[in-house]
């Protein structure tokens, strides 16, 4: 079994989520807390949240996602950069934790009471960087209705940024949402030759249907 970044942050990530839901320092401590990094200086808190989650059930979520596109994403990151291409996913990984609270970081500044955790940020961005390698690949496994990544990926989008001016519920549809943007822009940043294949995949898709 070959070395495997993706997996080695799964495992990290639920040390670090089940000892903060027994220790409310930790939990406290690591939670994206905007107020406090504005005024406080305490910014590695974008980064922290993303390693503690609220239960059992969100990291579940979380980490399931991670490691369904997380190795598929790691191996491309190999393929192109070589030996240090893991390395890079983790860089990869790690700035997109900070890159999805970015947002709520300006806009809950003020706001004493907002906090946000959890890796969903990060794996959101997992899931699109996979989107721009595989658009067509089918999702079905997590949809009634199987469609094309592509097209699961714009409607994820419409969904988390109307949730997120919606505001009914706790979820981080910002941090969804960014993410999401954020690991495909810096994908194609990364690979922006394959951008070519990402359209002409899609194209040959529908060309087939019609």
Partial sequence: ????????????????????LNNQQLFEGA?????????????????????????????????????QFGNYVEARFAD???????????????????????????????????RAIGASGATSA??????????????GIYLIIPMPAIIFGILYLIYESWSAKKGHDNIGHDAHFFGAIAGFVVTFLLYPSYFSTFIDKIVYFFERLF
Avoid: W
């Fill in 1 to 20: 079994m070959s070395f495997s970044i993706t997996l080695v942050i799964i495992i990290v990530t639920c040390i670090v989520s089940f000892s903060a």
């Fill in 31 to 67: 939670a994206h807390h905007p107020f406090m990094e504005k005024n406080k200086g305490q910014y590695y808190r974008m980064l922290t949240s993303g390693f503690v989650h609220a239960d059992f059930f969100h990291l579940f979520i979380n980490m399931f996602v991670l490691y």
């Fill in 80 to 114: 192109l950069f070589g030996a240090i291409g893991p390395f890079i996913y983790l860089g990869f990984y790690l700035v997109m934790i900070v890159l999805a609270n970015l947002s709520t970081h300006f806009k809950y500044a003020a706001n004493y009471n907002y």
């Fill in 126 to 139: 997992v899931l699109f960087s996979f989107i721009y390698f595989e658009p067509m690949s089918m999702l």
